[in-house]
């Protein structure tokens, strides 16, 4: 079959099978989600098997080692990737859930109720735990999925989602839930954004070029999520040692996610006592620095930042800095170059914090601490499907209740309108 | 000044003007709102004069006489918008509500605090008061507007337009909030879809062609809104007179809004007895009837109903017709021809009435009520932007709260991630 058909076929099943799933009872999806947890152990061999394919591909093709590392499938990564179903399976159903109600004057009886979206399609790149996260939270959530993984992890994910559907189809999930999009051509992607009769929403997930290709081109609503150009401001009334602390955790302690900070902002205040500080702390880690010519004057042979390193996510051990003359300028800095995702002020003042909070208009904005907490689990979400830097639907990270919709459930006894 | 230049323009103030809107308190909203609805009835004679342009050259077109009437503005409907903006004006703030909120257990303090999109471009078509709804909705909720009426209303909405933002710059709001796209090209309409640098959201308000083409060529966060093929489906079960009692209002209380019906369903074992019911009160209305042939064989001498019938939004006094062998049938109707806005049953089963409750996919889902009642102001929304019609962000009536986003606030005291 030609890879439109498929596509559509595979689109039209899952949304058909969605009608079934959104009704079943959390009993039956935790049930579920156990024994998917459980043959993914069980064939946790089969699955590295065919992860092999997907290292050896990427070998031949000279892929630097850290994206290799990040593909790479071994039995304690797949006992991970269950425990994060088990852990699914623990946490509370959003739908059902009455969001408001109300009984109005003529007798009306409104009711807004949580429901699934129906068909959630999630197009990502690399990780293959990716796939089982996607499906767990999919699954629990009530909605059929569609997945794209990259080309680079094609068999792994192909391999875990086929345990999957396996493991769920046993255990009174309808048949068609799950889907995997087993072809690695653009044309794939391009037609699940065109099918808007049977996708309700797609997630993209991973790089910054996926995502703006995915909003740019789909006649779908889209999520966007994880583009992150992450700021750190030290004001002049901060605790310097604090500033450090924090700097150095939030660029070093993971470079490679999307809530580490790629830009350090100093007023010029403080700049001269704190950027020696800091860059101490920083050197301990290897990071590069590039610095405006003001924290050039101060940290002698560090490298230029240019304008495109303002708007850079690095992803890496890479951490452009700029003296600021007030806090205004450090707001107006983040809202032109940020994306919007994560952005953190070290300050004493009731007054600038308050500010910071109220103008940076990101969708997490913190006061001394790092950016690095931007997370579902450390929000006490539970779990994550990614962290969307829209306004739109939801904002920052997205658990379960974010991959639903709602619906007005309306009861009455014969009211017609005057 | 060429029309993309001028047109990225507006949105650039507009959205640098949000930026101080966003933060002020309800008292200076609500008092601009006062004095807009205070000018805008000093001001009607002015804005009546500028009204009769659009009706003139309405009539030299030789639009029809309904579409006329939607066009015109009078003293009364001068009044009934200043109402409108006083009654915006008494609703509650929405900006600033603690939506959730916990201590995390490393002591951050986490809450989700609703604050302003920022710049919401509304395009739509036809009556001019939706430019003084629209200006109070996205003042009240902290956001900065751009308008592109109708060609049609073109010198209406303009004059409408520049009295409201006159007032509302005499009262403290940043000047810049309020703009209106003048230019009648489709043009300026596809500048504002690519302008994703400053604009949050879009909302299309109007026909079906206008909703489908935003949404298709949109760059930018779209919310659809108003398309309505709405069903009633009388069950078996079902008391007869209720069924035709709503059937009527559904249909004739207002015929050309999105909330009135375009087809009704009428189970097999009720139809020749229902049927001729339901005829005599849509009669009464000058209803025409478009029937499927078990219908016709009831109803004689209607019109056969084509496929396109199912899809069809008349907006008008036509009403499709089909009898159905079940309540599944009646449901895979609904979600394959409808558009997800509003459909009611009538029935005293407890049974049927829950399957299509849960099973119907639409926005809003009745049971014993006329469809007619999905509407902000019906809900207790207070006032409507439009009625979404999707899935993402907002579904149903759209009220301030759904003129907001979210946005997370994060306190600590130099938390680092371990």
Redesign the interface.
Known sequence: MEVKARVVKMAREAKEAS?GL??LSAKIKDEALFRMAELLEKKGEEIIKENRKDIKYAEDKDMPAHMIERLVLNPVRITEMAEGLRKVAGLKDPVGEIVSG?R?PNG?E?M?IRVP??LVAMIYESRPNVTADAVGLCLKSGNSVLLRGGSEAINSNVAIARVLSAAAYERHIPRGCIQIVDDVSRDAVEIMMLADEYI??IIPRGGADLIRSV??KS?I???ETGAGNCHLYVDKEA?LK?GV??CV??KT?RPGVCNAIETLLVHKDIANKFLPMAYQGLKDHRVEIRGCPDTRRVLKGIKRATEEDWYAEYLDLILAVKVVDTAVEAIEHINKYGSRHSDSIITQNYNTARQF???V??????????T???DGG???LGAEIGIST????A??PMGLSELT?????????????Q
């Open positions: 009608r959104s009704g109300c109005r009306l409104i807004k979206f129906g309700d929403v909003k740019d006649k609503p889209v999520i605790d604090m602390t924090v955790n939030a302690q909070l109220r103008e208009d990101s969708a997490c904005v913190y006061v001394n601490a790092s690095r907490f931007t450390e929000f006490g829209q306004k739109l639907h904002r920052g919709t709602t619906k007005y459930v309306i009861l009455g006894e014969g009211q017609i309108r």
